[in-house]
C-alpha cells in the first residue's frame, strides 16, 4: 500500500517562498512518477507539476513554470515543490500524487494515490 504525507504549507506574502515535501511510504518509491495537483476554493483540481522516475524529467502548468521546482529525493522517498515568487492567485489546497504508470503521465486520473493536501495561502 502507497500512503502520501504533504507538509510544508502555510501563510506567505505575495512575493515569498515556499517549499512542500510528500514523504511517501513505498517499499519501491523509484517505480512511481510523481506529481502536485491544487485546487481553489470551487475550482476543479488543476496539475502543477510533475516528475518522472528519475527525476531528470520534469513538466509544469505554464502558470507556474520559472517559479516553481519539482524534485525527488529517491533514497528517502521523498518528492518536494519549490515554490517561489508566490502571487496570491497561487492560494490553493496542493495534492502530492503518485503513478506506477511508465513515463510521466499528464493525467489526473493516472494517478492512483493520494495524499490529504497541505493548505497553502498566499496573501497579498
Known amino acids: 500500500q502507497v500512503q502520501l504525507v504533504e507538509s510544508g504549507g502555510g501563510l506567505v506574502q505575495a512575493g515569498g517562498s515556499l517549499r512542500l515535501s510528500c514523504a511517501v511510504s513505498a517499499r519501491t518509491f523509484i517505480t512511481y512518477a510523481m506529481a502536485w495537483f491544487r485546487q481553489a476554493p470551487g475550482k476543479e483540481r488543476d496539475f502543477v507539476a510533475r516528475?518522472?522516475?528519475?527525476?531528470?524529467?520534469?513538466y509544469y502548468a505554464d502558470s507556474v513554470k520559472g517559479r516553481f521546482t519539482i524534485s525527488r529525493d529517491n533514497a528517502i522517498n521523498t518528492v518536494y515543490l519549490q515554490m517561489n515568487s508566490l502571487k496570491p492567485a497561487d492560494t490553493a489546497v496542493y495534492y502530492c500524487?503518485?503513478?506506477?504508470?511508465?513515463?510521466?503521465?499528464?493525467?489526473?486520473?493516472?494517478?492512483?494515490?493520494w495524499g490529504q493536501g497541505t493548505q497553502v495561502t498566499v496573501s497579498s
Open positions: 500524487a503518485a503513478s506506477a504508470q511508465v513515463g510521466t503521465p499528464a493525467g489526473i486520473y493516472d494517478y492512483a494515490y
Open positions: 516528475i518522472n522516475r528519475s527525476g531528470r524529467s520534469t
